[in-house]
């Protein structure tokens, strides 16, 4: 099994060298054999079609030793008529080849990317520690792309040519044995240095795709924090970086280009030296030797120039082969990662009804990537149902980090996290998720309408729970005076509402959720006095029955919770009221006199 870390930093590193097989094309086949008709049905047609190929030479011959050669009306009437017939079963044939292998393309790479990106949402957060999320995209998009090119037309190419290749050297051997070897001599040295140009051309592509998942990478970063770079005035540096970055990948881009180029010219050379040699040899058989009539030295031309050419058109489909499998490598790198974080296989079910019951016990954890620094070392935690309990402490305490195990992103080295009892990694970590609602400092909104926003946080809410939700986070007076009310289009991250607006959209997401236990992480932090005020009364309101776990600094936070536990270093050092803890003198008094202004008692 793949780690998440061993896939991402292969993914991270891209610069191993390509794969020497086409073994990740293999991983096409459950797509394709998911739509097995319309490979099926295209297999007919390009049998039907190279099958018309072989007989319209065949019709050709007949027109010229039997029609032609007659002098008779009658008779070319004849040949012209089974040439044109064989030429519309062609045709058709085409057609019909192409229509049923452009939608098996299609459908194939519509499959795959559904899959892809499935299996993305399932990976855990280990994961993308190590891999840009530009880089994903760029697998999703570019790589994709390449792979849909060749399911939906070079293989069709492929197998036509070479069909046609192997039915025009049977027919060869039938009209002149001894000159389909002459041919046969002529196209094995045609083969080899195409070879050897399409495995060059192959790591160039390789590098190619690398080069341009790199700018993508580094676009997907500056575009999301956008705000950010023209704040410290760094657009002009951003934009030379990403310059440099696209021209590596156009330098790497124009030496595959120049392969290609060459290999085609090579190709093109080889084949019209070989047909010149082919017409040359069967010439003297015809004229000098008279060992075949014109009709059967006309027919092996044809299929002489339909072998060559078909063996070219092989040539550069291989290099286009090649390409796809490089693109197919970097999706399999992502198929192929399996979360650590995923459903047991006899999962163990939480009790019914919900009780929000927390307890952590003994839990040391450090992040992927740091073993050496953990953020919590030997955290005890018992919250009871209904409890609200403040967790407080100065930053890099480990206070977010005990909402993320929670929330089962991670799985700690040491010690149990426990939900109603139950040590949620024997439980479906949808089921433990399920159970919580989550506001965090800086909650992502989604581009759509407030209605679209607040039904993430529980699909099958209906219009009146929505709105009752927004109305508690004191959000639905702003959202009922946009144009269109609730429904209207927030752009993309609801970026058209002010910071305050965004986070009561995103509390109220959370209160559609109706779950027990509600974490709220510095949840007000974005809300000015006012908005604060207001946004507070409905919190208060929402952990009613609730059990709830709040990371805040500000004070009127946490005045009103049951309990404050403070933090520091991954460990509980004190417990208590806010009253209690003042009067101790120790780090939350001093916390709150830095923090809030107060003097320590």
Do not use: C
Request: proline share 4%; no cysteine; glycine share 8%.
């Amino acid at each position: 099994m793949t780690t998440p870390a061993a896939s991402a930093n292969k993914i991270a590193s891209r610069d191993t060298g390509p794969s020497r097989d086409l073994k990740p094309l293999a991983r096409l086949a459950p797509f394709i054999a998911a739509h097995r008709w319309d490979a099926i049905l295209a297999g007919l047609f390009l049998i039907v079609s190279a099958s018309a190929t072989m007989a319209l030479t065949f019709a050709v011959r007949q027109m010229a030793d039997r029609g032609l050669a007659s002098q008779s009306a009658s008779m070319i009437d004849r040949a012209f008529l089974v040439l044109a017939l064989v030429a519309g079963i062609l045709a058709l044939s085409t057609g019909g080849r192409f229509y049923f292998i452009t939608r098996l393309g299609e459908r194939v790479v519509a499959d795959l990317r559904e899959a892809l990106y499935g299996h993305v949402m399932s990976l855990d957060q280990a994961y993308f520690l190590k891999v840009r999320t530009g880089e994903v995209l760029s697998r999703m998009t570019a790589d994709l792309a390449i792979v849909e090119g060749m399911v939906g037309s070079t293989v069709s190419v492929a197998l036509r040519n070479a069909l046609t290749v192997i039915a025009a050297l049977a027919v060869m051997i039938v009209v002149s044995p001894a000159l389909t070897g002459f041919v046969v001599l002529v196209a094995a040295l045609i083969m080899v240095p195409l070879f050897v140009v399409g495995r060059q051309v192959r790591r160039l592509s390789v590098r190619a795709q690398a080069r341009f998942a790199d700018a993508m990478g580094y676009a997907g970063e500056t575009l999301d924090a956008l705000d950010t770079v023209q704040a410290f005035g760094r657009e002009a540096s951003v934009t030379e970086r990403f310059r440099a970055a696209v021209e590596t990948a156009y330098r790497v881009s124009v030496a595959r280009i120049g392969a290609r180029a060459g290999m085609t010219v090579l190709v093109m050379a080889l084949v019209a030296g070989g047909v010149g040699l082919v017409l040359w040899r069967a010439s003297l058989a015809a004229f000098v030797d008279h060992t075949m009539t014109p009709g059967a030295l006309l027919q092996f031309v044809l299929l002489s120039v339909l072998a060559a050419g078909s063996t070219g058109s092989l040539g550069e489909a291989w290099g286009d082969v090649q390409k796809t499998s490089g693109a197919m490598a970097r999706i399999a790198e992502i198929l192929d990662a399996r979360p650590a974080i995923a459903i047991p296989a006899h999962p163990r079910p939480l009790p019914v009804p919900p009780l929000g019951a927390v307890a952590f016990e003994n839990v040391t954890f450090a992040y992927p990537g740091r073993p050496d620094l953990p953020a919590l070392r030997g955290f005890d935690l018992a919250v009871r149902p209904g409890e609200r309990v403040a967790l407080v402490g100065p930053s890099g305490a480990g206070k977010s980090t005990v909402l993320r195990l929670l929330l089962r992103f991670y799985d700690p080295q040491g010690g149990v996290v426990r939900l109603d009892g139950v040590d949620i990694r024997e439980a479906d970590p949808a089921e433990v998720r399920a159970r919580m609602a989550l506001v965090a400092q800086d909650a992502p909104l989604f581009s759509g309408s407030a209605l679209e926003n607040l039904r993430f946080g529980r699909e099958g809410a209906g219009a009146e729970d929505l709105i009752a939700a927004a109305r508690a986070a004191q959000a639905e007076a702003f959202l009922a005076a946009l144009p269109d009310g609730f429904e209207t289009p927030l752009g993309e991250r609801a970026k058209t509402l002010s910071g305050g607006q965004r986070q009561r959209l995103a509390i109220a997401r959370a209160l559609v959720r109706s779950a027990p236990i509600l974490l709220l992480d510095e949840a007000t932090s974005a809300l000015d006095a006012e908005s604060e005020r207001l946004v507070q009364r409905a919190l208060y309101e929402a952990m009613a029955g609730r059990t709830t776990l709040v990371i805040a600094h500000r004070l009127a936070t946490v005045l009103r919770a049951d309990r404050i536990v403070v933090m520091d270093e991954g460990r509980v050092v004190e417990t208590g009221t806010h009253a209690e803890l003042t009067a101790r003198g120790g780090l939350y008094a001093r916390l709150a006199k830095l923090q809030f202004g107060l003097e320590a008692a």
